[in-house]
């Protein structure tokens, strides 16, 4: 426990990635042996035990300092962190007892002992919690509250953690990382064994993803704008903007224009449309098949129709692709294919109803050989003819795009909506397969997000580094007639520091109603919210559901009366979806 | 009719025409410390702690019309008596007691109970109306005792003096740093920042004695070993300080006890060690005075004011220019500290 508990203080102190990694190395050296696996599977997330809802633990807090429910709910407000609103309430309470203080275990003993208590009724785990309350110091004792809420999380990748554990285990990054991939239950492990599982299982694992970078910091670069004062300016009437108003002003404008002068010649690379699915690699090998997520997760008993699809491979095949909703060539929405998402063993109807195809775009392994070193190219023409020979419904070759220059794509980009894509993929033509993160060779270059101009209506603290601050908004726009706002989307920020500062100062002087944390504000301060599909949904007034919705600007320049409405938020709705033909 | 009440120009006393830390400008000021926002400029006759009038007249002008005052020594107008009492927050602060037609009040300013070697030790002041400051009224806030504090910073310090790097505190110039001044005279050598030398120049003059220290102008990159400088937080982005780098900076702030705020500030560490009462501090404080009638300024006011009502108190919550509305401003390198106040 103590190894863990410093690594995990180490990890939050610092914010340079070598310091971090160092941490790590020193982790997976010192701990004990089982410290170490339970460690790693807890820095990727892959044990999570939530013993006690928050409320109760909150409750048992209140019960052992003395201190009313509200107060410390206020007090969980003003941190944003419950485990550690926990541990600082709890200093009092700490050597209340007599009780030793020596028998604070090893994580390993500790995580089993969690597992096991899962199963027992909450009197036999509020004995368990608070004599650890007790007896853990401060850092000990954030660290427990983190692994019992489940809410344990630390910013360290996945590639950080292999890059650690194959610098002091002395082996190659990418054994690492195939050892590391798909679930495994850290009570069978060591640390030596579980790598060697790479060997064991190697032929049900998927090849680590490559992962495309975005082409732009952000779609957007927020505009500086005068301020000009709220008071005193008439209201203009409501001018309708058009839909797509972003068309020819992106490739203009400077930061995207320098990104693709820097990627050469269109010549080189290969252009596709970015899907949004989910992400598969697709295996078969030694007679056995498995359909991997890129969360790492084997998703062959959701996806049926994959799994059988995998059977028809020729053995030694590994296909990388999009799993999408839909029957090719139509392609659904995301929030079509989550209907599908997390539910084992889907019904009969839903599979009618929600059906899936996977458009494939790379070949990793072919009778039995690992090809990912071979040119992007060469990998993409052996695919189309395996698609081709296998001709399966389900699989399809995920379409190049022409476009004779960067112009001519950036055009093609903006129509991207209409094809059910959010933008496009390039890829360097020469490229290998790399594994994880690498930026250089594989891009994406997303579609200008669609907007809208809402009013800020309520507003609620944020958490971690945003404790006590409000970063998040609920925005609303007006009805049809322009008389009621009507929420429509939770957006946490996307302001800038000074921003962010600027509109807390605000709301707190602003605020009309209280309920708990939430404050209700004059509705005056207009953002601009952009996001990536717009939906249907009864979870807002609106009616309206945004996907990926956030604050592209603060439009200083308007006010509340000339925010956008329901007409025009449903005119976004209606853009058309339908697919068109998708070869070109 | 309440000896003190609270009206648009700050705390005032009617009877006897005087306000307390006022914002709007009066004729008659009585100061309970010299941090700007408690010391305005504007009045046109100050009363405040001898301590405070080389301070106060740097910063309010060298012609105010400034009465000293002692601790203990009581000045009488229209018949109320008004006394001036160590508060501990810093060199020369005060609570100011007032008495007259049958009520005594206490207006705490700000204030912390634990004794920092450096401002007069705090003392509870038995009283019927007391009002008092809730910067950190939430039972989270617990402090640590300054030594454990200041050798944590020495170990830090130590320890990236070892790794061949400087270190940065910021520390309010008015106050803290004159403190940390004080806990850290082992560990060294101490640069600080000229408006840090400026109010040791001003304290010494009415008689403390804080060390002569260089400047960190004097501080000669890639020349001298690594040291530990001190500035104030609205320093951070001075020129002055950029010459440093690469150091590691930490802030010295009661709010680094949050982790959310102190990874908010972007620096490499940050040591709660605070100038205000912690909430056992609050709590006992009240319970010194004996007070039925609690007034809560400043912080958490409708929180702490809400548990003190819970409790029994006569509690009321005062919407103050002190601190702004409820929730503190978060901390930031480049803008408000808790210890200005």
Same mark, same amino acid.
């Given at each position: ?14 914010? &340079?990635? #070598?310091?971090?990694q ?14 170490? *696996?339970?460690?790693?599977?807890? #820095? ?63 994580? +390993? ?30 850092? &000990?004792c ?68 490559y ?19 709220? $008071? ?24 995207? +224009?320098?990104?693709i002068?820097?990627? @050469? ?5 290969l ?10 690699? $697709? $295996? ?20 049926p ?35 599908r998402? @997390? ?29 990912? /070193?071979?040119?992007? +190219? ?12 296998l001709?399966?419904?389900l699989?399809?070759? &995920? ?11 950036? /055009? ?7 094809? @059910? ?9 020469? &490229?290998?397969?790399?594994? @994880? ?17 809402? *009013? ?12 006590? #601050? ?9 009805d ?14 996307? #302001? ?6 600027? *509109? ?37 007034k ?24 329901l ?18 | ?19 307390i ?8 000021a ?15 006759h ?29 000045? =009488? ?13 810093i ?63 020495? =170990? ?19 106050? !803290?740093?004159?403190?940390l ?5 082992e ?13 040791n ?10 060390? =002569? ?8 990159? !890639? ?42 500030? !972007? ?7 605070s ?62 500290? =808790?210890?200005?106040?």
């Amino acid at each position: 426990m103590k190894a863990f508990t410093e690594l995990y203080h180490r990890l939050n102190q610092t914010n &340079s990635l #070598l310091e971090k990694q160092f941490a790590l190395e020193v982790f997976f050296r010192d701990a004990p042996d089982g410290d170490a *696996v339970w460690g790693l599977a807890l #820095l990727s997330g892959r044990t999570s035990v939530r013993l006690v809802g928050g409320r109760t633990l909150r409750a048992w807090v209140a019960e052992c300092t003395d201190l009313p429910d509200w107060l410390v709910e206020e007090s969980y407000q003003h941190v944003g962190d419950l485990a550690e609103t926990l541990s600082l309430l709890l200093e009092p309470y700490r050597n209340a007892s007599s009780e030793s203080s020596a028998t604070i275990q090893d994580l +390993s003993t500790m995580m089993q002992d969690l597992l096991r208590l899962k199963k027992r009724d909450e009197s036999e785990r509020k004995e368990y919690i608070l004599q650890h309350w007790r007896q853990l110091d401060g850092p &000990s004792c954030f660290l427990f509250n983190k692994l019992i809420t489940g809410g344990f999380r630390l910013g360290v990748g996945q590639s950080m953690t292999t890059r650690a554990l194959s610098n002091c285990m002395n082996r190659p990054v990418s054994e690492v990382a195939q050892a590391l991939m798909g679930s495994w239950d850290p009570t069978e492990y060591s640390l030596e064994s579980l790598l060697n599982r790479g060997a064991i299982h190697a032929h049900t694992l998927p090849y680590p993803f490559y992962l495309a970078s975005p082409l732009l910091p952000s779609p957007i670069v927020p505009i500086e704008r005068p301020i000009e004062p709220h $008071i005193e300016r008439p209201i203009e009437p409501h001018i309708e903007r058009p839909i797509v108003p972003h068309i020819e002003r992106n490739i203009e404008d400077a930061s995207q +224009s320098t990104a693709i002068a820097a990627l @050469g010649n269109r010549t080189d690379w290969l252009a596709e449309w970015k899907w949004d699915g989910i992400r598969v690699q $697709i $295996i078969r090998r030694k007679g056995v098949s498995s359909v991997w997520s890129r969360g790492e997760e084997r998703i062959d008993e959701a996806f049926p129709e994959i799994a059988d699809l995998a059977q028809t491979l020729p053995p030694g095949t590994v296909i990388d692709g999009e799993l999408l909703c839909g029957q090719f060539p139509e392609v659904r929405s995301f929030h079509d294919l989550q209907k599908r998402l @997390g539910r084992t063993k889907p019904s009969a109807r839903m599979v009618t109803q929600y059906p899936v195809f996977v458009y494939a775009f790379d070949l990793l392994e072919q009778e039995g050989e690992d090809i990912r /070193q071979k040119a992007l +190219s060469e990998r993409r023409m052996l695919l189309e003819t395996l698609i081709e020979t296998l001709n399966h419904p389900l699989l399809q070759a &995920s379409p190049l795009i022409q476009g004779t220059d960067w112009r001519d794509l950036n /055009q093609k980009r903006q129509e991207a909506r209409h094809q @059910g894509s959010e933008g496009l993929m390039l890829k360097r033509a020469g &490229s290998c397969y790399e594994s @994880g993160r690498k930026r250089g060779h594989w891009w994406k270059w997303k579609m200008d997000p669609m907007q809208l101009d809402a *009013v800020l209506l309520y507003a609620r603290p944020g958490h971690g580094r945003r404790s006590s #601050l409000f970063t998040d908004y609920s925005m609303a726009i007006w009805d049809h007639s322009r008389t009621r706002l009507l929420p429509i989307a939770q957006v946490y920020s996307g #302001l800038t520091d000074a921003e962010i500062r600027e *509109v807390d100062a605000w709301i707190k002087g602003h605020t009309t109603d209280r309920f708990g944390p939430v404050r209700t504000v004059t509705p005056e301060l207009v953002f601009e919210i952009g996001f990536e599909g717009i939906q249907k949904s009864g979870r807002h007034k609106s009616g309206l559901a945004l996907r990926f919705p956030r604050i592209l600007r603060w439009r200083r320049d308007k006010l509340a009366p000339e925010a956008d409405d329901l007409g025009m938020a449903e005119k976004l709705l209606l853009a058309p979806t339908k697919p068109t033909t998708l070869m070109d | 009719m309440d000896l003190l009440q609270f009206g648009p120009n700050g705390i005032e006393c009617p009877l006897a025409g005087v306000h307390i830390d006022p914002w709007g400008k009066v004729d008659r000021a009585l100061l309970t410390h010299a941090h700007a926002d408690h010391a305005r400029f504007g009045h046109k006759h100050y009363i405040a702690h001898a301590h405070n009038r080389a301070v106060l007249q740097q910063r309010l002008g060298k012609n105010i019309s400034l009465q000293d005052i002692e601790y203990e020594d009581t000045i =009488e107008i229209n018949g109320i008596r008004f006394s001036w009492h160590p508060a501990g927050h810093i060199p020369g602060s005060a609570q100011i007691r007032v008495s007259g037609k049958n009520q005594t009040w206490v207006v705490s300013g700000d204030y912390k109970t634990e004794y920092d070697d450096l401002s007069m030790a705090f003392e509870p002041i038995r009283c019927s109306h007391f009002i008092t400051e809730c910067t950190f009224g939430l039972p989270i806030y617990r402090w640590k005792p300054q030594a454990v504090m200041a050798q944590a910073i020495a =170990e830090w310090h130590i320890h990236q003096v070892n790794q061949g790097y400087s270190t940065l505190l910021y520390a309010y110039s008015l106050g !803290k740093a004159q403190r940390l001044i004080q806990l850290l005279k082992e560990v060294g050598p101490i640069y600080i920042h000229p408006s840090i030398a400026e109010m040791n120049r001003a304290l010494n003059s009415v008689g403390f004695q804080l060390p =002569e220290l260089p400047l960190i102008s004097e501080w000669r990159p !890639k020349v001298d070993s690594p040291a530990l400088f001190m500035a104030p937080p609205g320093a951070s982005s001075d020129k002055l300080l950029r010459r440093l780098l690469p150091c590691k900076e930490a802030s010295v702030s009661g709010w680094t006890l949050v982790r959310g705020l102190r990874r908010r500030q !972007k620096l490499d560490h940050g040591f709660a060690l605070s100038d205000h009462a912690d909430w056992p501090g609050l709590l006992s404080a009240i319970e010194g005075t004996g007070a039925e009638h609690i007034y809560c300024t400043h912080g958490f006011t409708a929180e702490f004011s809400r548990y003190l009502s819970d409790q029994g108190f006569n509690s009321t919550e005062i919407h103050t220019r002190f601190f702004g509305d409820v929730a503190p401003q978060p901390p930031s390198t480049a803008e408000t500290d =808790e210890s200005i106040h």
